[in-house]
Structures are given as C-alpha cells and as structure tokens.
C-alpha cells in the first residue's frame, strides 16, 4: 500500500505531521479530517520526506530540504498565505490560529515577518481589515476592502475564496499575454541580431571587392556598402546613442506627463490599442462585480474598481461615474457618461440594475471581455508572427541580392 507523508493543522493552531498507510490521497486526508485536523498537504513519501518544511511565502515547497526563499513579499506570495488561510478557516480554526499556522510554515523571512505583524495587530483587539489597513501598499484597497465586508458578513473563508479566485484571473491573463507575445519577441531579437551580423560583418567583407569601382557599383550595392562600412566603423557609438536614448525615453515616459502622453496614444494603435482598451476595462468590470458580490456599497466599490485600472486615461473618464451614481443618477447613465463602455457592457448592467444582480452582470463582462482579449491576441500574433518572417526574410534578401548585383557589375566590367 503507497505511503503518504501529510502536514496538517491541529484546532489549537499547532502544526502536525506524519506518514500515513493509504490507497489514495483522498484516503489520507477522510483520515486526517476524521481526527480533528486540517489537511495543508499530502503527497507520496520519498526519502527524507518526513523532517520537511511548508512555506507560505510562495509556491508551497516540498517536504525535504530546500533553500530558503529571500526578498520582500511578492504578490505571489500573498496570493499563496491567503488561499492557505481561506483552507484553515474553512475548516474551523480561528483566526489568529491560523496565523500561527502560517508563521511556522513559513520559509521566506519578509513573509513570516508580515504574518508575525499581523498576529501581533490581531492579538492586540484590530479587526484583520484594519491590520491589512496598515499594509495598504501590498495588499491594496481591493483586497482590504473584501476582506472587510468578510469579516462584516462572517463569511471571511467565502470572500478569501473569492480574492485567490479573483487573484488567480488576473494571473492567468496576464500570463496568457506574456505567454503569446514571447515567440514574436524571440523573433524579432533574431531580425535585430541578423541585421546586426549582416551589415556589421557581412558586407565590409566586400569592401575590398567593390573599392575602386565606385559609381560603377549599382546604387542599391552603394547604399548597402555604405550602411555596412559606417555600422562597422560607428557601431558601437550608434548602440550607446540607442541605449541612452532608450534610458531618457524610459525616464520621461515614468513622470506623470510621459505617462500619459504614452497611454493614451497606446489606445489608438490599431489592433493593440483596443485590445489594451478592453483589458483594462476587464479589469475594472472583475473588480467591480467581485466587491459588488461581497456586500460592498456600490460606490466605494466603484472608487476601488477605478483605481485597479492603469491607463489614467480610462482611469479619469471611469471616475466620472461615482458622481452621478452618488447624486443619484443610475449605473447605466453613468456608463453611458463615460463614453468609455460599448453597448453590449450597457445592456448587461442594464438588466442587472432591473433585476438587482449588478455585480454577476458585471463579473459576467468580465469573462466576455476577457475571452475578446485572449481571441484578439491570438489572432493579432497568428498574423504577425508570419509577417515579421516575411520582413526578416526580405531584409536579408535585400542585402544578398545588392552584394550579388555588385559582383554581377563586375563582371559585366571585366567582360
């Protein structure tokens, strides 16, 4: 029969573990629940299992000896301690109980430094929201703010359910970006470091072939023995121009002026700048209906959801809609004030606000305009992955053939 090594919590916060005889996980954790205590992991023994450790700063380690983590907290941290504390207060502990359970299975310092804060705020009588309150940078108003309305409704291990869930939406789209512009990116690197190769060392090996026929030389072979003889010669002055330009651009685009100048000429590039556009509204649309859905009053939620957008562009027309809804005004002609939603979001928050579910409508918009962005991606990087093959290749070409014509030039002359 497999043998399962397990971590578990016991009711008064003290963290158990052991091996267990078992066919299956499932098994071993009817087991474990059986007995009073809260199952954090299980997972086949190996040798030097037992004597392992479990982190709550990041992903969870294996038991067995590992190194220790190091930085400051992370999102991916946070994102880890609060789905561990949803599980243990889901199944009963209290709160600063678990907390403890999280200090001890912590590996990385600044995260069990964070929990030790916390443990201490608690202890000391602050609601958890107000604990979070005093962390505001890390864990920010949303995440605050869920929390609140979790502690104002008692259903805390709901609404941490609902933060990791919501948490790991937005982690699993912006991976999805990264993950489909990583080929584009690798092949333009590769355009770059052609070009480079070609005009840098390729063609001044020609120089000497070409040198004293000069305008007998085709001029497209000129013009590329020229790019190549001044790349060669000034190369290096051209890249140190290029990156301290790039280094002065990166400056001013980070001051509030360049940063908007960049954003809002972003959202009227072709394809990307509507695809920027309706992730940005995403985001604000899960936030919205994700406060809404825990009992948060519509306008603090709407000032919390405006804040989750980056764009200050978008971020400054969205803002105008708190004050028509706090003179009264209705969400949907708030929506429409902005100009900012298209008629599909309208009707959906329309039909919330006529049967009181604005928050699902909103969550709802939020998965349509999530699968847009995800179909838009890919279909935008299907046409330009072939595209930038095509330029590459045409570059390159062009090169060779002005070589091949200078030395068919030359020949014409020997002739």
């Known amino acids: 029969m497999p043998e399962f090594a397990w971590r578990a919590a016991s009711p008064d916060g003290q963290l158990v573990q052991g091996q267990s005889d078992a066919p299956s996980v499932d098994t071993v954790l009817g087991q474990l629940r059986q007995?009073?205590?809260?199952?954090?992991?299980?997972?086949p023994s190996t040798p030097g299992m037992a004597g392992g450790s479990l982190g709550a700063g990041g992903a969870l380690p294996r038991?067995?000896?590992?190194?220790?983590p190091s930085g400051p907290v992370k999102a991916v941290d946070v994102r880890a301690l609060t789905s561990e504390l949803s599980i243990m207060l889901?199944?009963?502990?209290?709160?600063?109980?678990?907390?403890?359970?999280?200090?001890?299975?912590?590996?990385?310092?600044?995260?069990?430094?964070?929990?030790?804060?916390?443990?201490?705020?608690?202890?000391?009588?602050?609601?958890?929201?107000?604990?979070?309150n005093q962390r505001r940078e890390l864990f920010g108003d949303f995440y605050i703010n869920m929390v609140r309305s979790g502690?104002?409704?008692g259903q805390m291990s709901q609404v941490l359910e609902r933060l990791v869930a919501h948490m790991e939406r937005l982690r699993q789209l912006r991976e999805d970006v990264i993950s489909a512009t990583l080929y584009p990116a690798i092949l333009l690197c590769v355009?770059?470091?052609?070009?480079?190769?070609?005009?840098?060392?390729?063609?001044?090996?020609?120089?000497?072939?070409?040198h004293d026929m000069g305008d007998a030389l085709p001029l497209p072979t000129r013009v590329i023995m020229t790019l190549g003889t001044g790349f060669r010669d000034y190369g290096l002055w051209i890249g140190l121009a290029v990156v301290a330009l790039g280094?002065?651009?990166?400056?001013?685009?980070?001051?509030?002026?360049?940063?908007?100048?960049?954003?809002?000429?972003?959202?009227?590039?072709?394809v990307i700048g509507r695809l920027l556009y309706q992730y940005q509204l995403a985001l604000f649309a899960r936030a919205l209906g994700t406060l809404l859905a825990n009992g948060v009053?519509?306008?603090?939620a709407l000032h919390i959801a405006t804040e989750t957008v980056d764009n200050v562009n978008l971020r400054a027309a969205l803002g105008k809609m708190a004050p028509?809804?706090?003179?009264?005004?209705?969400?949907?002609?708030?929506?429409?004030?902005?100009?900012?939603?298209?008629?599909?979001?309208?009707?959906?928050?329309r039909v919330g606000e006529e049967t009181g579910r604005i928050g699902p409508m909103m969550n709802e918009l939020a998965e349509v305009l999530d699968r847009n962005v995800t179909t838009g991606i890919k279909r935008s990087l299907t046409l330009l992955e072939p595209a930038m093959i095509l330029v590459l290749g045409m570059m390159i070409a062009v090169i060779i053939v002005s070589i091949l014509l200078g030395i068919l030039s030359i020949n014409d002359l020997a002739k």
């Open 35 to 43: 007995r009073g205590l809260t199952p954090i992991r299980v997972e």
């Open 63 to 68: 038991f067995g000896r590992r190194r220790a």
């Open 90 to 132: 889901r199944a009963g502990l209290a709160l600063d109980n678990a907390l403890r359970v999280l200090i001890e299975m912590s590996v990385k310092p600044s995260v069990k430094t964070l929990l030790e804060e916390l443990l201490a705020d608690v202890k000391g009588g602050a609601p958890f929201s107000r604990a979070l």
């Open 151 to 153: 502690e104002a409704s």
């Open 191 to 210: 355009a770059l470091l052609s070009l480079v190769v070609m005009l840098g060392f390729v063609v001044p090996q020609f120089e000497k072939l070409f």
């Open 247 to 270: 280094w002065l651009t990166a400056r001013w685009l980070a001051t509030p002026a360049g940063r908007t100048w960049w954003q809002s000429r972003l959202l009227t590039v072709p």
């Open 297 to 300: 009053p519509l306008l603090t």
């Open 324 to 349: 028509i809804v706090k003179e009264g005004g209705r969400m949907v002609r708030a929506m429409q004030a902005t100009q900012a939603f298209e008629p599909l979001a309208v009707n959906l928050v």
